[in-house]
């Protein structure tokens, strides 16, 4: 038996099947045992061995859910009536009553839990045990109230909340199945520090510094502590009191930053401290460590400079911590508290740089918002928006440190930040029109230049990977399928005797439904499955040639917008723009090269309406001259082939604008549509272009000539209808001569309904007799043409017009001769007409049959 295939795929074909037979295997397995399951059923159904019990309800609810529901409401009835009885019940009882009843209970409540917890009623003494939580609150209340009267509210609040902490967190631990108190011991321990700060009259900064160490103590509960409700309690805490120290201590460093740092830093130092401990949240406290930092650092330092240096220090700042990711690696920092730290400091410098936005978009669409007429020059001095010029500072700061990134990202950051900070520096530092002028266009250049080789910033940057082989992926994949269907087997098995590898055995037919493929044809007949195929990687010179690209062609808008002011400062920049965008469309390649050629088209047409307008000339003279652009891209189109089609539609779009400066003169429109047919029709000489070319040449022809007519004045019909019908129906009869089955209305219908419906609606309006009699003679050619030939179109549209023809001439008579007659006579006449009809019906009917089917048999 012949067999094409190596050893090695052909193992794993084998495999392959072996596995879907196994799965086959046990599908089949799976069906007998559902099928004797049925066939069984009845049997046992009608003779049962054993009664049949009836099934159980099924409850809504477990036992445990209900019964927590029960002892929550009774808690928290207990509890509500233990509040009553404490604000309205107190004074009806004497001192002595008081102490024994609050005792009483309370103690009651708090020695059940452990009667209770050795009965194994955990849920109970849990209920029991907040009740009397609750009642050490309520006892702390009616101390107040009774024995410590003039006692502060704060500083009790405080010593209370302490006690009941310790107090709480000791009953918690002797009965360690309780899982409220503990929890409730460190929400008691959230308040003593703040609230005896505000007991003793500290401001912001104090309670600051308070709830902050509350937050570390609970830091360190969230660490240390073993029981999980504990250590949630303890981080919600520390998050909450820890978040105000902090949201303080950055409010400080703006209004007071030297009593603001201290309180920041040490806010950062637990946040590392924590970072460092538990790696789940590494990055989330070190990037709220790293914002301290900043804040810490930054608010001094913007108390010494001047104010438009502030930024600039807090982007210091930032690019000093985010400099921690590469150094933090050799003194062996964990990652997460360096990417923490590195993103707070990358936060903090896109923070920066945006402040440096505005003059960027000052300087690139600054001169598009133009007030004043072109070539008035009223610009032409200092740029009027002034900006600090900290922000190019800060914008050049930004593209240095991005430089030392080898990642592709890093790059086009670098190339968006250096673009914008050229684009800045007339805005930001404020230079004279010239250096403006000349630093946009010197922008324009340097990118477009790097679009078209960008390959000097690519050093250094890792290449992508390449998309695997098609035969590759294949092996692979079948050969990581096939272990697991079949074992590990890495290679064939070879016969002892002859030391070969033996030949498959012949395929099992196909069973229908089983799920196999094809009938197998033999091992030489199998093909591996085609992976689908895989995007390649962007390179990353395309991802920066297009990243440059963009930023070029904003800068040459912008020069060109610029330059408007004056009248020389036009001619130049215009001058560059072209030279530059024709550079990139003969050395670029792909999408950049199709829209440098357009806009080199572009660039050209606003030279020639530039001169256009130097020399004075009018509009109509304009758009003359304008018509020298698509001529030219015509010509061109002829040898750049890669970019001909979008450089002459780009070209046909400026004709169109030359036919909207010429269309207040009627001549001179005129004129300019019969150029442009001229340049249509040269272009029609080519193959590729000779379909659409050589009907648009007609057409605008035809457009010019009716321009032309109705500028002489001309107003008969048949003038501006027969330039169009003489070359219909000769194009009509040329495709009849090609195609004797085309139908006679595509072939002539067009051409003589432009020409005859016309004819006809001036005909009905005039009252000579002239036309009517040449529309008839020219209608009766026509049908006697239809008829001869057998052309329906000839024939029906001929006759049409004819009969119209000869009613409208018949119609005065008529009218005299009914005049004339009786008022009986035209009733009659009708019904004689109506019994005529009536009487030869079907022959009627089998003569419209008759002429039906000889229209249809024409053309």
């Not at 024994?100 to 029991?128: D, F, K, M, N």
């Not at 003593?192 to 509960?221: E, H, M, R, S, Y």
């Not at 030949?503 to 037919?509: E, F, I, T, V, Y």
């Not at 891209?633 to 400026?654: F, H």
């Amino acid at each position: 038996m012949d067999n094409s295939l190596p050893p090695a795929d052909e193992l794993v074909l084998v495999d392959r099947e072996l596995a879907q037979l196994e799965a086959r295997r046990t599908h089949l397995l799976a069906r007998r045992a559902w099928l004797v399951q049925v066939l069984y059923r009845p049997a046992r159904a009608a003779t049962p061995r054993w009664p049949v019990t009836p099934a159980a309800p099924v409850a809504d609810s477990t036992p445990r859910s209900a019964q927590n529901v029960l002892l929550t409401l009774g808690g928290t009835l207990l509890t509500i009536a233990a509040v009553a009885f404490t604000l309205v019940s107190w004074g009806s009882m004497g001192i002595g009553g008081r102490a024994a009843v609050l005792c009483a209970v309370t103690g009651a409540a708090l020695a059940a839990p452990v009667a209770l917890l050795r009965r194994g009623l955990a849920s109970t003494a849990e209920s029991v045990a907040v009740l009397g939580l609750v009642l050490t609150v309520l006892d702390a209340y009616a101390l107040h109230r009774v024995a410590l009267p003039d006692a502060d509210g704060l500083g009790y609040a405080a010593v209370v909340s302490a006690v009941l902490a310790g107090a709480w967190a000791a009953y918690g631990s002797a009965l360690s199945r309780l899982r409220v108190p503990l929890p409730a011991a460190v929400v008691a321990a959230q308040l003593p520090l703040p609230l005896g700060v505000l007991a003793a009259g500290g401001g912001p900064t104090a309670f600051a510094w308070a709830a902050l160490v509350t937050a570390a103590a609970d830091g360190a509960a969230v660490l240390w502590a073993r029981p999980l409700p504990v250590r949630v309690t303890a981080g919600v805490g520390a998050a909450v009191l820890g978040g105000w120290a902090l949201l303080t201590g950055g409010w400080l460093s703006l209004s007071s930053p030297w009593s603001g740092a201290p309180l920041l830093l040490a806010g950062a130092a637990v946040c590392l401290y924590a970072a460092w401990r538990t790696p789940g949240w590494a990055v989330a406290a070190s990037v709220v460590a790293g914002l301290a930092v900043v804040a810490a650092v930054g608010g001094p330092l913007r108390s010494t400079v001047p104010g438009d240096w502030a930024v600039p220090g807090y982007v210091l700042c930032g690019l000093v911590l985010a400099s921690v990711w590469r150094a933090g690696a050799g003194a062996r920092l964990p990652r997460g508290v360096r990417a923490g730290l590195a993103g707070a400091g990358a936060s903090v410098t896109a923070l920066g740089l945006l402040w440096a936005l505005p003059p960027v978009v000052a300087g690139a669409l600054g001169p598009l918002a133009r007030t004043t007429e072109v070539w008035s020059g009223e610009h032409a001095g200092p740029a009027l928006a002034s900006y600090p010029a900290t922000a190019a500072l800060v914008l050049a700061v930004g593209a240095a440190a991005l430089a030392s990134v080898a990642r592709l990202w890093a790059r086009c950051a670098v190339l968006v930040l250096v673009w914008a900070l050229l684009t800045a520096l007339p805005v930001s530092p404020g230079l004279p029109y010239v250096a403006t002028l000349a630093l946009q266009l010197l922008t324009t250049a340097a990118a477009l230049w790097i679009a078209v080789r960008p390959a000097p910033l690519t050093r250094g940057l890792p290449r992508p990977e390449a998309a695997p082989d098609a035969r590759t992926a294949t092996a692979g994949a079948a050969g990581s399928a096939a272990p697991s269907a079949t074992g590990p087997t890495d290679r064939p098995v070879t016969d002892p005797a002859s030391g070969s590898v033996p030949p498959p055995p012949s395929a099992p037919p196909r069973v229908p439904g089983t799920g196999f493929g094809a009938p197998w044809s033999g091992w030489s007949g199998w093909t591996p499955p085609k992976p689908r195929p895989q995007a390649p990687p962007a390179e990353p010179g395309t991802v920066l040639g297009w990243v440059a690209y963009a930023g070029g062609l904003l800068s040459a808008v912008g020069a060109v917008a610029l330059a408007l002011n004056v009248r020389e400062a036009t001619f130049v920049a215009l001058g560059v723009v072209l030279g530059l965008l024709v550079g990139v469309a003969a050395l670029g390649a792909g999408a950049r090269r199709t829209v440098s050629a357009c806009g080199a088209v572009l660039a050209a047409a606003g030279l020639v309406l530039a001169g256009a307008q130097a020399a004075g000339l009018e509009d109509h003279w304009t758009a003359l001259a304008l018509l020298l652009v698509p001529a030219a891209t015509a010509a061109v189109g002829t040898t750049a082939r890669p970019v001909a089609l979008p450089v002459e539609i780009t070209g046909a779009a400026v004709g169109l604008c030359a036919v909207g400066l010429a269309g207040s003169r009627p001549a001179f429109l005129a004129l300019v549509l019969a150029l442009g047919g001229v340049i249509a029709a040269a272009t029609a000489v080519r193959p590729e272009r000779r379909r659409f070319a050589s009907w648009a040449a007609a057409g605008l022809f035809l457009l010019a000539a009716w321009v032309r007519l109705g500028a002489w004045g001309v107003t008969t019909p048949e003038a501006y209808t027969l330039p169009v019908t003489v070359p219909a129906l000769v194009v009509g009869f040329l495709r009849r001569r090609r195609d004797p089955a085309a139908s006679s209305w595509t072939a002539y219908g067009p051409g003589l309904a432009v020409t005859l419906l016309p004819s006809l609606g001036a005909a009905w309006t005039d009252p000579e007799w002239v036309r009517p009699l040449v529309l008839g003679a020219a209608a009766l050619v026509v049908t006697l043409l239809g008829a001869r030939f057998r052309l329906q179109a000839l024939l029906l549209l001929g006759g049409t017009v004819l009969a119209l023809d000869g009613l409208h001439e018949l119609a005065p008579y008529v009218v005299q001769v009914v005049g004339a007659l009786p008022r009986w006579l035209p009733p009659a006449l009708a019904g004689l007409l109506l019994l005529a009809v009536g009487a030869t019906y079907e022959q009627r009917l089998r003569d419209a049959r008759r002429l039906r089917e000889r229209l249809a048999r024409m053309r």
